[in-house]
């Protein structure tokens, strides 16, 4: 298996512009979730998606957009990007059963700089 | 809300030397935390998780400690490397919903040779 991928791994926008960060996983797991990540800092949930055609706001969640068609896909759009938006974008997936929590598996990361 | 934060934000050891980082909690309604590490680079990769209902956990090098009382969270390394030099991270699965986790600021761990 290969995990969770991610694509691209740099990208470089300028302010205003628009883009589609991929991520897909290829473990049949039915939660899926984006994550932003500063220097310095830990992860903060953009949005979450518990199953295809599912998806809800996590903490920071302006200035993006995700959509889940399918249980691998789960990409995040950025629409109008602004400097704000600099920074490391981690993908992740986890498998669920009731209210048991598992845990979650990352990608490697998109590093996003908006100048 | 409720989050979960780290003693120390740095922590450097003598390779050999067992390594102990910190976490403090203060949802006293999650009953899943998890220990991630981070290289620089690349995304956070799974180390041991424990649930409520245990005190102590243990895998290979590695284990982590709940005291529910101080909610307090620890993982221990035991013979530290130079490859466990990363970021730690501590989370929980604070908030309504179990399955999202609420992540500390991480520690960096600084393995000297």
């Known amino acids: 298996n290969a995990g969770v991928t991610q694509t691209p791994k740099f990208r470089i926008l300028k302010i205003g512009q628009s883009m589609t960060l991929q991520c897909t996983q290829d473990?049949?797991?039915?939660?899926m979730y984006w994550y932003r990540q500063d220097p310095g800092m830990g992860l903060k949930l953009i949005y979450y998606?518990?199953?295809?055609?599912?998806?809800d706001k996590g903490e920071v969640p302006n200035g993006y957009n995700v959509s889940r068609s399918t249980t691998e896909d789960f990409p995040l759009r950025l629409e109008l990007a602004a400097p704000s938006q600099t920074s490391v974008y981690f993908c992740?997936?986890?498998?669920?059963?009731?209210?048991?929590?598992?845990?979650?598996?990352f990608g490697p990361g998109t590093r996003l700089t908006v100048t | 809300g409720e989050s979960v934060g780290l003693h120390l934000p740095t922590l450097s050891v003598q390779e050999g030397d067992n390594s102990i980082i910190n976490c403090a909690y203060s949802n006293s309604a999650s009953d899943y935390f998890i220990w991630y590490k981070q290289e620089s680079g690349k995304g956070p990769q799974f180390i041991i998780d424990?649930?409520?209902?245990?005190d102590k956990r243990q895998g290979q090098r590695v284990t982590v400690l709940l005291n529910k009382t101080v909610k307090h969270l620890s993982l221990q390394i035991a013979a530290t490397q130079p490859g466990d030099s990363a970021v730690y991270f501590c989370?929980?699965?604070?908030?309504?919903?179990?399955?999202?986790?609420?992540f500390g600021k991480g520690t960096l761990l600084t393995v000297n040779p």
């Open positions: 424990i649930r409520s209902n245990m």
């Open positions: 998606s518990v199953g295809a055609g599912i998806t």
């Open positions: 989370a929980e699965n604070s908030g309504g919903s179990n399955y999202k986790l609420t």
């Open positions: 473990m049949n797991h039915n939660y």
């Open positions: 992740a997936s986890s498998y669920s059963r009731g209210i048991i929590t598992y845990e979650q598996y």
